[in-house]
């Protein structure tokens, strides 16, 4: 993983997680991963989801409507 420009430690989510902070079933969060929906990366065989690249396509994605 390449270092952040401002030193802030990044904030990765797992699946359950991010599931509760969207207030989606889990199920919905692989499923969106698998089809590159959402920013994700797998660390073996569990999904790992960067909080700050999400957070950063979700205002890029408001922002073009």
């Known amino acids: 993983m390449k270092?952040?420009?401002?030193g802030t430690p990044r904030?990765?989510?797992t699946a359950p997680e991010l599931?509760?902070?969207l207030n989606v079933d889990r199920t919905t969060?692989?499923?969106?991963?698998r089809k590159?929906?959402?920013p994700a990366f797998k660390i073996g065989d569990?999904?790992?989801f960067d909080r700050d690249?999400?957070?950063?396509?979700?205002?890029?994605?408001?922002?073009?409507d």
């Open 46 to 48: 569990d999904w790992r």
């Open 29 to 33: 969060i692989y499923k969106w991963a």
């Open 11 to 13: 904030r990765i989510m």
């Open 19 to 21: 599931a509760e902070f």
């Open 3 to 6: 270092p952040r420009d401002d």
């Open 36 to 38: 590159v929906k959402i």
């Open 53 to 64: 690249e999400f957070d950063k396509r979700m205002r890029d994605r408001n922002e073009g």
